[in-house]
């Protein structure tokens, strides 16, 4: 809880400083990382560990912003959508929940409405530099800034399932079908949204296996690669 307050105190702040940014085209552009990740591979822990980095060194008024789950927040505040429809927008969002928006909210926003307003939430967020997005196919969605780092992170399959285990109490048969379903909603949201395989190499600059790196490791090839992006 305290972890999760902590981020949407930090992404206030950088909505905040954004905001009395100058807009002066001299200003030098600022790196964003976007973080495509297998469930269980440990992509919170190294994105809320990059942002402890990254914001530790950061002699910018900018402070760096982790979006993960809180992304769906930020998209709503950006389009002045209702709060309740937060349930209809999973990463494993499908196209066939139009009705259902409607019987529910009355309303009537598309599931392919929903990808665009996130993918025109993400595009803002990147372009703008110090944001750390994880998930949503942003690697995709931010291909053609020269400012954005794109991180795929991977793990054997067996490891993923301990971890999932662990962390969330669960059985081995429940961590086994809870990490295939996430691959599975993870890889259908970017094939259906963007008609791209979330596992192609080519779509990242660095793909890490925290299998055999460890977490504080890979967050410093992160780190070094994301400050070199800009220079």
């Not at 402070?63 to 992304?71: E, S």
């Not at 709060?83 to 209809?88: G, L, M, P, Q, Y």
Request: hydrophobic share 40%; glycine share 4%; aromatic share 4%.
């Amino acid at each position: 809880m305290h972890m999760q307050a902590s981020l949407f105190d930090s992404c206030k702040g950088y909505i905040r400083a954004h905001a009395d940014r100058p807009t002066a085209h001299q200003i030098a552009p600022m790196p964003s990382i976007t973080i495509s990740r297998e469930a269980g591979s440990g992509g919170l822990v190294i994105g809320e560990k990059i942002l402890e980095l990254l914001q530790k060194e950061n002699k910018n008024p900018i402070p760096w912003a982790l979006f993960d789950r809180n992304l769906v927040e930020r998209v709503i505040e950006d389009h002045h959508l209702p709060k309740t429809i937060k349930r209809f927008m999973p990463e494993d969002i499908t196209f066939d929940l139009t009705r259902g928006v409607e019987a529910v909210l009355d309303l009537h926003p598309s599931a392919w409405t929903l990808v665009e307003h996130t993918t025109d939430t993400i595009l803002r967020l990147a372009s703008a530099g110090h944001a750390i997005i994880i998930g949503r196919g942003a690697n995709v969605v931010t291909a053609r800034l020269p400012n954005v780092l794109h991180i795929r992170l991977i793990a054997p399959l067996e490891l993923r399932t301990q971890r999932i285990r662990e962390i969330h109490n669960l059985t081995e048969r429940e961590a086994a079908l809870y990490v295939h379903q996430e691959d599975r909603a993870r890889h259908r949201y970017v094939k259906r949204s963007f008609h791209v395989d979330v596992d192609d190499p080519l779509q990242y600059h660095m793909t890490l296996n925290t299998g055999t790196l460890s977490i504080d490791t890979a967050v410093r090839l992160v780190a070094d690669a994301a400050r070199s992006l800009v220079k």
